[in-house]
């Protein structure tokens, strides 16, 4: 018999990066955090002002220092669709073109500073990362989420939460089935992942200690990525006997190569003949409630290294496949493969699945 051979200890590698970031829509916020005060956004290695156009009424983000002398424009003030330098009092308008500078009789030509993508839909506000500067593309708008535009719905209660980590280690998540145990105290019943294009989901069906009542009630989760950000999930239990849905917003936004902002939000069906008020009340509780859930994965987060050589086992989730997904976002537009967009599904864990278990809830 051979004596046991101790291999040597594991090596975990985190290669030094670029600073580049991934290319698709990013949530800045709801509706309500752009207004007609210039906003300043720390994000993308940069500093980019936000604001509100008092015209158009739109949402606008422009790169922040002005090319004058560097003034920082998220000091300045709105003017009609236009956003003013404290500095000088050079106007910018939403398409980056200077348009007035009080004191001078020519605008410069050159006198153009980059004017970023948005999209306002799903009662959130979008901005486009595209680091080739490419437009928008078309087939990457975040679908429409219809309990927000329907009445009996309340509008998104958010939560910043700051994370010194990289954005693809927190969307490792989406495969990682182990961890619903040790950190949201859930046993997992069945669990599954599909990708398409830049869409990615997890299913999931568990019994939650936190977020249902007891041992036996089971909550179904969905959860979608679209584009390497926006992630938004739909979470079913039971609450005093009745089927209860609930929508979470999980979206973040990077700051530098080393930390990223999540825009965490819920959105809960109104009940019958309450107020706005104590809607708004139920919606914050279930707020607290969704948090100290997400609090546990934060604390995780903010202190795991980067790994991009993640050692795993027979029983964990295709943490290759989800990178594999991700790196797409990464990858210049010409030169992504077939092999990082194409269908596929993988299982986990059988059990009951996300559609039985929620016709068996309301039976
Ligand atoms: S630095 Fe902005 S107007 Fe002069
Ligand atoms: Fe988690």
Redesign the pocket.
């Known amino acids: 018999m051979t004596a046991y051979q101790k291999p040597q200890p594991y090596t975990i590698k985190a290669d030094i990066r670029e600073e580049r970031y991934a290319r698709g829509w990013y949530v800045l916020g709801n509706a309500a955090s752009i207004n007609d005060t210039p906003r300043m956004l720390s994000v993308f290695g940069t500093k980019l002002v936000a604001y509100r156009g008092k015209e158009d009424g739109l949402a606008h983000v422009l790169d922040a220092y002005c090319p004058h002398m560097g003034g920082d424009l998220s000091g300045g003030e709105v003017c009609a669709n236009s956003v003013v330098c404290p500095f000088h009092k050079w106007s910018w308008g939403a398409d980056g073109v200077c348009d007035d500078i009080p004191y001078a009789n020519k605008i410069p030509e050159k006198a153009v500073i980059k004017s970023w993508p948005t999209l306002e839909k799903n009662g959130l506000v979008f901005v486009w990362q595209d680091p080739e500067g490419g437009e928008p593309i078309a087939e990457q708008e975040p679908l429409k989420l219809q309990h927000w535009y329907a009445d009996d719905w309340t509008d998104w209660e958010m939560a910043e939460i700051p994370i010194a980590s990289l954005g693809r280690e927190l969307v490792d ?1 989406m495969c990682d089935m182990a ?1 619903f145990g040790p ?2 105290y859930t046993t997992v019943k069945s669990f599954m992942n599909t990708m398409n294009g830049h869409v990615f989901v997890q299913k999931m069906v568990g019994g939650h200690t936190i977020l249902t009542e007891g041992d036996d009630s089971l909550i179904t989760s969905v959860a979608t990525y679209e584009g390497p950000a926006y992630m938004t999930t739909t979470m079913t239990g039971m609450m005093d006997g009745l089927p209860m849905t609930v929508h979470l917003l999980v979206s973040h936004i990077p700051q530098d190569m080393g930390n990223f902002l999540i825009n965490f939000g819920v959105m809960v069906k109104k009940a019958e003949g309450s107020t706005e008020a104590e809607n708004k009340t139920m919606a914050e509780a279930y707020m607290e409630k969704n948090i100290e859930s997400f609090n546990q ?1 934060v604390a995780i987060w903010n202190n795991k290294c980067i790994i991009d050589n993640p050692l795993m086992c027979d029983g964990d989730g295709p943490v290759n496949l989800v990178r594999k997904w991700y790196s797409q976002f990464m990858t210049n537009a010409a030169d992504i493969t077939n092999d990082q967009v194409k269908p596929r599904e993988h299982v986990t864990m059988e059990g009951p699945t996300v559609e039985e278990t929620i016709a068996s809830m309301s039976q």
Do not use: V
């Open positions: 998540n961890h950190i949201h994965d």
